[in-house]
């Protein structure tokens, strides 16, 4: 390791030191508030009154008021139970008051000169009271807040800290009719459609907008202190934040390495000498730097080179490793002992987003895709919600099980979706572990937003306070302004069309003047932004930030939709530059469902089920769907059709996101006439899910795996045969996604549904090229059909199956008709062997047997949380075998218990 320069730009002259070696004495003062605290209903309502009236509630901190009541048990059961989110409703028109006491010791008083109170979260409009003395005012759930409270805090016990909340749906209603009045014109929409069972003026406040409701979530609007909590006290500065960059030069193949570090100085701002240490011990940077700090807040930049030969990169997930170095930044203070220390892992990675005239004559449009340390990444993925209603329910067990699931898929990337939140430390630290990128979207979804001077001062408090606090995850690969707004606009949805000029210019100064005026302040050459998504990149910029197609199949990315359809038909996919949103609706296990339901709800038009489906006309859509290529049950046999359509409505995303995915990877090289194709990336909507309930989630509530998401690890799988129709002509499409060329040995066999013995097999060796996608096979069906004497379509499929030795592979299967129309077996199913694969208690060797073909075998470990290596598989060999992952440990004996195994057969 050789950092061969190192240079400060501080615009100040500063004596370079060398590391010394000295103890510490002092660290800043935490005081940390979070844990038990005291709520009422009833902003400015005393705590004696509350308690005259039994209204006094034990809190938990961080948390929401929700999951205090339900505690207590004033809310009586789940908030996910049968309708409990209408008999709920009642919390979130009420206001809050959260209450506690907490021992300031004497030192808070008269050794700091700052004593600031840390909100990290606060849900999401109030005011904040130390012993009755306001410290200030908050309205922005995704802010971190420092209150001045020296003048307030008491030495000794008995200091009182009151927070209170508004109704956060009055607010939000109150702000509507308020900017009504004075502005005059809507900002749409107001409430959602009634399907949703929403609250109105999401966009009026600062908050998770899916807590108003979505189409796959219920209306939670929380209140509460939701992240934590703490006292801070220091009489020099404290570290609030390091901020990186690492810049690769071609030329001289060093890294440039830039370390911003923010610090929050005392109100006093007399100018102090502190020593700001630099530790990074792999990377050799370690440096101690005299410096003077005179303000509230300041920033040292810190720039090194280092040896891009001794220097490791990071990858993303299937490109190589994810090296992270660790770097310690420490503030100390002679006069007073004092230090403040912060502690990041950072990596060595370039992003580029390429848009690029594509190198072919008469090409429309741009390119689209990622380039990471100078290779292209073909983007796998999908997209990201908020894990839970209550972000105080999700724990760090749950958010590592769905991003292993996301790896375990092979996926590359996630994009955390702009109606959720910006997500926990945790998270971003575990993607910089797993190497997924994350393509951040700004918090702003499916809505026009106003541009008062209140709304865009609180919006550029929390683009500083997010982008200080996730800028050194290597992982964040991208900014995104925002979900679907400016193609809101343009397709009119929200009937802008009356007062264009007012919403667009509204527009730009939300997104443009404000966010990316912002977020440019902080961000430091490390990843590339965009306005919206979908968007069309460049030439939404050159349009003035509004597209006249943003949907665009030729520019930037798209989000595809479609229903009513046969989704098994690769034809009406549109070959987009970048998916980066398309899905399919599901149901849910009955395992996961049955908590949360009576057993009456269980059938598929109930009354539950259609409340809980929030998609407009959801229900009949996705059974027209299935109606495509399966049977349907009778469903006026209600409990007894539901598992089976539960298990159809799997079956019926897995097969259409396989079918829009392969489409996409195919169309990976490609070109058509019309200019579409060369496309780089997939990412379906969407990995999980906030309650048990019909979505377009690959992973149930709770972390079980639907069908689709074992068929996401199938059809995300590096290399891929990918059989398809076109013109009569039985095609197969070879994807390679590594960065070399690889020999596979190819296998297509035919097989008639009554045989294991296949009608025809026939194998070849294929060198497909790095990175590329190619059409390998191709065969008039007829005649393929004909020579494995299958007299109709409906006789034969084709499984086509790879080898070799640099990858793994999973056979693909082609059917040559829709099977309500085949002659399927009745097969004998069954679990015929399980046997720990280790001692460690979490992994399994499980046998399927059947006596038939059996199609869409589907395994379920009830009871024993973990997922498969295989499911959902046709069979079409007496014997599979299958493991099975544990999340935790179990034994062989509690996990066959559980074990079902059925096929599509077995429900008719
Ligand atoms: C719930 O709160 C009420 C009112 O303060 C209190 O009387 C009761 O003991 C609490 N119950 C539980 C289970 O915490
Ligand atoms: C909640 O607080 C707001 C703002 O102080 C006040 O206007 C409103 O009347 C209160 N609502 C209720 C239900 O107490
Ligand atoms: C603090 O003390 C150390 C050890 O005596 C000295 O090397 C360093 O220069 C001092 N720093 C400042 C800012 O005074
Ligand atoms: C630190 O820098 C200040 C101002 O540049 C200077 O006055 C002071 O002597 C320096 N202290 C040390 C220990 O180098
Ligand atoms: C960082 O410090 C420089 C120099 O003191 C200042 O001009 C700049 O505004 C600061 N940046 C931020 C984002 O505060
Ligand atoms: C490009 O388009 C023009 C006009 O349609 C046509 O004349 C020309 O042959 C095309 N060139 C190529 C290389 O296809
Ligand atoms: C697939 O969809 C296209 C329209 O995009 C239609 O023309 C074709 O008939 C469909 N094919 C099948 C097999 O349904
Ligand atoms: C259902 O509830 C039981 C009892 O509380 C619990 O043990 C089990 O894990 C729950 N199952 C699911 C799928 O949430």
Redesign the pocket.
């Known amino acids: 390791m050789s950092p061969s320069r190192f240079s400060c730009e501080m615009g100040k002259s500063i004596a370079l030191l060398v590391l010394l070696e000295f103890t510490l004495a002092l660290t800043e003062t935490v005081l940390d508030l979070n844990g038990e605290w005291l709520v009422w209903?009833?902003?400015?309502r005393s705590r004696d009154a509350a308690r005259m009236e039994n209204d006094l509630y034990p809190a938990k901190v961080p948390g929401n008021v929700y999951s205090d009541l339900m505690r207590n048990g004033t809310l009586v059961g789940d908030a996910y139970y049968r309708f409990n989110d209408e008999e709920f409703r009642w919390v979130s028109?009420?206001?809050w008051t959260f209450w506690n006491t907490f021992d300031a010791p004497d030192f808070f008083e008269y050794r700091h000169e700052a004593v600031l109170l840390k909100c990290e979260g606060l849900d999401t409009v109030g005011e904040v009271f130390v012993n009755d003395i306001s410290v200030g005012t908050f309205d922005n759930q995704f802010v971190t807040y420092y209150f001045d409270i020296k003048h307030a805090i008491k030495v000794g016990n008995s200091n009182i800290i009151l927070v209170?909340f508004?109704?956060p749906v009055?607010?939000a209603s109150?702000q509507y009719n308020n900017h009504l009045r004075k502005r005059g014109y809507v900002v749409p929409p107001a409430c959602p459609p009634p399907e949703l069972h929403g609250e109105c003026h999401p966009n009026f406040i600062r908050k998770a907008q899916h807590s108003f409701a979505w189409d796959w979530g219920p209306a939670y609007p929380t209140v509460g202190i939701w992240r934590n909590i703490s006292v801070i006290a220091f009489n020099t500065s404290v570290i609030e934040a390091v901020t990186t960059s690492t810049v690769f030069s071609q030329s001289t193949g060093n890294w440039s390495l830039k370390l911003v570090v923010y610090l929050l100085g005392t109100p006093r701002k007399t100018p102090q000498n502190i020593d700001l240490t630099i530790d990074g011990p792999q990377l050799n940077v370690s440096r101690t730097e005299n410096i003077t700090i005179s303000s509230s807040s300041e920033n040292f930049t810190f720039t090194y080179e280092l040896d891009g030969k001794v220097t490791e990169k990071w990858w993303p997930n299937g490109y190589g490793k994810q090296k992270l170095y660790s770097v310690t930044v420490t503030t100390s203070s002679n006069r007073t002992g004092e230090t403040s220390k912060k502690e990041l892992r950072i990596a060595f990675r370039t992003v580029e987003l390429v848009q690029e005239p594509l190198a072919k004559p008469n090409v429309t449009g741009l390119t689209f895709y990622f380039r990471v340390n100078g290779v292209n990444i073909w983007a796998k993925g999908s997209n990201w919600i908020p894990a839970h209603s209550f972000q105080n329910e999700v724990t760090e067990d749950y958010v590592t099980w769905l991003l292993q699931s996301t790896v375990d898929a092979n996926m590359n990337m996630l994009r955390v979706w702009g109606g959720g939140f910006y997500e926990s430390d945790f998270f971003y630290r575990k993607c910089d572990e797993l190497g997924i990128l994350i393509w951040q979207d700004f918090m702003f979804a499916c809505a026009m937003y106003p541009t008062t001077e209140d709304f865009l001062a609180s919006v550029r408090q929390e683009v500083r306070s997010n982008v200080l606090r996730l800028q050194h995850h290597p992982s964040i690969a991208l900014w995104s302004g925002n979900n679907e707004n400016e193609v809101a606009f343009v397709e009119n949805w929200y009937f802008t069309q009356s007062k264009s000029d007012v919403y667009k210019r509204d527009y730009i100064k939300l997104y443009v003047d404000t966010i990316r005026d912002e977020y440019s302040k902080y961000e430091i050459d490390s990843r590339p932004w965009i306005p919206s998504s979908p968007t069309n990149g460049k030439l939404t910029e050159e349009e003035g930030w509004i597209a006249k197609d943003p949907r665009s199949n030729l520019y930037g990315d798209a989000h595809f939709y479609a229903y009513n359809v046969n989704p098994w038909n690769w034809t009406i996919y549109p070959a987009t530059r970048f998916a980066s949103e398309y899905g399919f609706q599901s149901w849910e296990s009955i395992e996961t469902l049955k908590n949360f339901t009576k057993p009456e709800d269980l059938s598929y038009y109930s009354r539950w089920a259609n409340h809980r489906q929030h998609h407009p006309l959801g229900q009949t859509e996705v059974l027209y769907e299935i109606a495509q290529n399966f049977k349907l049950p009778n469903l006026l046999e209600r409990a007894k059709a539901f598992p089976t359509m539960v298990y159809l409505t799997q079956i019926n995303q897995a097969m259409a996101l396989k079918t829009e995915t392969e489409f996409y990877r195919r169309m990976q090289s490609t070109i058509l006439a019309n200019s579409a194709g060369f496309s780089k990336g997939a990412l379906y909507w969407q990995l999980n899910s906030i309650w048990p309930s019909p979505s377009w989630s690959s992973v149930e509530f709770g972390g079980k795996w639907k069908m689709s998401h074992y068929y996401a690890k199938d059809f995300f799988k590096p290399v891929l045969a990918s059989p398809y129709e076109q013109d009569g002509y039985l095609c197969i499409s070879l994807v390679n996604d590594l960065l070399t060329e690889v020999e596979v040995g190819m296998t297509i066999q035919l097989f008639a549904w009554q045989s294991f013995e296949p009608r025809f097999k026939n194998s070849d060796k294929k060198w497909p090229a790095a990175q590329s996608a190619e059409t390998v096979y191709q065969r008039n069906v007829t005649g393929l059909l004909d020579n494995g004497d299958c007299a109709r379509r409906e006789d034969c499929f084709l499984v086509v199956s790879l080898e070799g030795k640099d990858f793994q592979s999973a056979p693909n299967v082609h059917f040559f008709a829709p099977p309500k129309h085949c002659p399927l077996p009745l097969a004998n199913l069954s679990v015929a062997d399980v046997h720990a694969s280790d001692d460690t208690g979490s992994t399994f060797d499980i046998t399927i047997k059947t006596d038939k073909i059996a199609l869409f075998v589907w395994i379920e470990a009830i009871g024993t949380p973990g997922r498969f290596s295989k499911n959902g598989f046709l069979q079409y060999r007496p014997q599979e075998q299958v493991q099975f992952f544990a999340r935790g440990t179990t034994t062989v004996e509690s996990l066959r218990r559980g074990l079902t195994v059925v096929s599509l057969k077995n429900h008719w």
């Open positions: 209903s009833g902003k400015g028109k009420r206001n209170d508004q109704s009055n607010y109150d």
